[in-house]
């Protein structure tokens, strides 16, 4: 199998872009998929993205994450994506897209600038955390919700000690999350500060591990902190490994978008031998 490619990262979350327009590659097999997101075999990615024609928008992604399977949405791997598609001349600077979870905007200002709107999942917030995992003393749960996919906001005090890839890992595979996992995102706040500020480690499904940045869950840890409903603060920062992402609610409607940069690394060529 053979294809042109961007590999593209949004604060540090990282991606093998295709343009399947013409759907070409009609069939991504998860052993595949995996292949080509393995940092010692493969190209290396948290994710593989597929630029792809849709009825109801201007184009479709499509979102495999490095364990080769398709997720219902992507923050940071969509403002990556949009910018693929409006550099080579797809998509206006305003544009719409289709996702897993619906039907999304996109507004382009430039490479620094790509504001992606986040929908949210009311059905999946009635989850809380489970009675029979026991948290450390020093992290204390805030709050499960579905901005896309699911996330599980966790508050600590000295964020560079927490053990992300441990209790994270538990914590995804945990039943009370089943059968679709979970996202955890830890947080340490300083609530002096003003504007609130926030920091942001994530353990990424998918990934299964920790990812250098995740947008779905930055803006999960946002609204948390906003208090979202109930408190509609119009933006708040948030700092990752990666860089500093900026979550924007509107005050009038159910709108919130996530705000940051996006950088093309490299173009290239999968030549793999012998993949299917």
């Given at each position: 199998?053979?294809?042109?490619?961007?590999?593209?990262?949004?604060?540090?979350?990282?991606?093998?872009?295709?343009?399947?327009?013409?759907?070409?590659?009609?069939?991504?097999?998860?052993?595949?998929?995996?292949?080509?997101?393995?940092?010692?075999?493969?190209?290396?990615?948290?994710?593989?993205?597929?630029?792809?024609?849709?009825?109801?928008?201007?184009?479709?992604?499509?979102?495999?994450?490095?364990?080769?399977?398709?997720?219902?949405?992507?923050?940071?791997?969509?403002?990556?994506?949009?910018?693929?598609?409006?550099?080579?001349?797809?998509?206006?600077?305003?544009?719409r897209?289709?996702?897993?979870?619906?039907?999304h905007?996109?507004?382009?200002?430039?490479?620094?600038?790509?504001?992606?709107?986040?929908?949210?999942?009311?059905?999946?917030?009635?989850?809380?955390?489970p009675?029979?995992?026991?948290?450390?003393?020093?992290?204390?749960?805030?709050?499960?919700?579905?901005?896309?996919?699911?996330?599980?906001?966790?508050?600590?005090?000295?964020?560079?000690?927490?053990?992300?890839?441990?209790?994270?890992?538990?914590?995804?595979?945990?039943?009370?999350?089943?059968?679709?996992?979970?996202?955890?995102?830890?947080?340490?706040?300083?609530?002096?500060?003003?504007?609130?500020?926030?920091?942001?480690?994530?353990?990424?499904r998918?990934?299964?591990?920790?990812?250098?940045?995740?947008?779905?869950?930055?803006?999960?840890?946002?609204?948390?902190y906003?208090?979202?409903?109930?408190?509609?603060?119009?933006?708040?920062?948030?700092?990752?490994?990666?860089?500093?992402?900026?979550?924007?609610?509107?005050?009038?409607?159910?709108?919130?978008?996530?705000?940051?940069?996006?950088?093309?690394?490299?173009?290239?060529?999968?030549?793999?031998e012998?993949s299917?």
């Open positions: 199998m053979q294809f042109d490619f961007w590999k593209m990262h949004g604060t540090g979350n990282d991606f093998v872009v295709v343009n399947n327009f013409d759907l070409h590659f009609p069939f991504w097999p998860p052993v595949l998929v995996k292949d080509i997101c393995d940092r010692h075999t493969g190209v290396g990615a948290d994710g593989l993205l597929l630029l792809e024609p849709s009825q109801s928008a201007d184009f479709r992604m499509r979102y495999f994450n490095a364990d080769g399977y398709e997720s219902s949405m992507c923050v940071n791997g969509s403002r990556c994506i949009s910018y693929f598609a409006f550099k080579n001349g797809i998509i206006p600077p305003h544009a897209f289709e996702a897993g979870d619906g039907v905007t996109v507004h382009i200002e430039n490479q620094h600038q790509i504001r992606v709107q986040v929908r949210l999942n009311h059905s999946e917030e009635k989850r809380t955390f009675v029979d995992f026991s948290l450390p003393k020093i992290i204390n749960f805030k709050r499960f919700i579905n901005t896309g996919v699911p996330h599980l906001v966790l508050e600590v005090s000295e964020i560079q000690s927490i053990p992300v890839e441990e209790i994270g890992r538990k914590l995804r595979f945990h039943p009370y999350y089943q059968p679709e996992g979970t996202n955890i995102n830890f947080v340490e706040a300083d609530q002096r500060a003003e504007p609130l500020k926030l920091k942001v480690r994530t353990y990424e998918g990934v299964e591990a920790e990812t250098m940045s995740c947008g779905s869950g930055v803006t999960a840890v946002a609204l948390t906003l208090n979202y409903p109930r408190q509609k603060v119009e933006k708040l920062e948030v700092e990752t490994r990666g860089g500093n992402l900026l979550v924007m609610v509107s005050p009038d409607a159910d709108q919130i978008y996530l705000q940051g940069p996006v950088q093309l690394i490299y173009q290239g060529k999968y030549l793999k012998g299917s």
